[in-house]
């Protein structure tokens, strides 16, 4: 079976860190781009970042709020990507979602496979 399953979320102060972890079972990370999406409430689903398939593993940002701020990599030995977030601020509140498809997009709903999510709050 197919899953997906972020976690690293939770509450942080303004100017602080988080790394989001994206891990899979059931298939080989490898083989697909990862993308991050984010979605605060009230709003429609926000893609962040995207990293793709295989050696190459290029980076594509999406957000421009989070360049510079946000980086994405991944480690395909543990089957797993990252969202490294430094200086947060309260705008980045959301749920953080990773996605997997076989070329990046910033289109959501072009994704095949979806975690359940994991919520990030920054706040004092």
């Known amino acids: 079976q197919v899953q997906l399953a972020e976690s690293g979320g939770g509450l942080v102060q303004p100017g602080g860190s988080l790394r989001l972890s994206c891990t899979a079972s059931g298939f080989t990370l490898d083989y697909y781009a990862i993308g991050w999406f984010r979605q605060a409430p009230g709003k429609e689903r926000e893609g962040v970042s995207c990293i793709s398939s295989g050696d190459t593993s290029t980076v594509y940002d999406y957000a421009d709020s989070v360049k510079g701020r946000f980086t994405i990599s991944r480690d395909n030995a543990k089957n797993t990507v990252y969202l490294h977030m430094n200086s947060l601020k309260p705008e980045d509140t959301a749920v953080y979602y990773c996605?997997?498809?076989?070329?990046?997009?910033?289109?959501?709903?072009?994704?095949?496979?979806w975690g359940q999510g994991t919520q990030v709050t920054v706040s004092s």
């Open positions: 996605a997997a498809r076989w070329f990046c997009s910033d289109y959501a709903n072009s994704y095949d496979y």
